[in-house]
């Protein structure tokens, strides 16, 4: 079975200019999130999408950042414009919401690189 | 969601079972026990997870204790490949809820 799938693996950019992250969750699955994971902060919850609403942003640093998901397989995550304190690996995540209780499943995620 | 505490680091010798305690003792009563681990440069990957009672799948069983305030995470047969940082996350049995990842257990299995 495929699981999560997040494009790129790896992006290089300058600071200032637009980067959008793309995830595709595991099919049937309803529920998506997006963490990053720093050195300094760990793995911390960005956004979180039920049935392709967005539920949670509270974790989203700022309105540079910006989350959409326009059906229920495929994701983005978009930093505009980007700076090097962006740098960081970006995981998406997903789940079958049906009551709760169900784990999430991580893509390889994003390294993200901002000079 | 409840405080875990985990040691920072254990080692284990290949082809014995890798123990990993955790902590949990403010942990509610709708709270379910979860364990993710991390191989370096991937993504954390879901082992395990229970509320009460003991659990066991094809990767490693997961030890509650009766008052739930602690659990311990078994690998029975620790290969090289299981050298990773443990995660163990008290989470809300609801949709959507947050996990939380704290410092974890780096787990080195030694040949």
């Known amino acids: 079975d495929a699981g999560v799938i997040q494009s790129p693996r790896h992006e290089v950019t300058e600071m200032g200019q637009e980067v959008t992250l793309r995830c595709k969750p595991i099919s049937g699955h309803n529920s998506l999130f997006w963490y990053r994971q720093t050195m300094m902060r760990g793995l911390e919850l960005l956004i979180y999408f039920n049935n392709n609403v967005p539920i949670d942003d509270s974790g989203m640093p700022e309105d540079r950042f910006s989350a959409k998901m326009p059906n229920a397989s495929f994701s983005t995550l978009k930093i505009q414009p980007s700076e090097p304190r962006d740098s960081a690996v970006y995981f998406c995540?997903?789940?079958?919401?049906?009551?709760?209780?169900?784990?999430?499943?991580f893509g390889d995620g994003t390294r993200l690189s901002i000079l | 969601d409840a405080k875990t505490t985990q040691p920072p680091s254990m080692d284990c010798a290949e082809g014995r079972a890798a123990n990993l305690p955790c902590n949990h003792s403010t942990i509610s009563g709708n709270e379910y026990v979860y364990w993710y681990r991390q191989i370096h440069s991937q993504g954390p990957q879901y082992i395990i997870h229970?509320?009460?009672n003991n659990e066991t799948n094809e990767m490693a069983s997961l030890i509650i204790t009766e008052d739930r305030k602690s659990s311990t995470l078994i690998l029975p047969h620790a290969t090289l490949r299981d050298t990773a940082v443990y995660y163990c996350i008290v989470r809300v049995g609801t949709s959507g809820s947050r996990l939380t990842f704290g410092e974890g257990t780096q787990l080195t299995v030694n040949p």
């Open positions: 229970g509320l009460k």
């Open positions: 995540a997903s789940s079958l919401n049906r009551g709760g209780n169900q784990p999430q499943h």
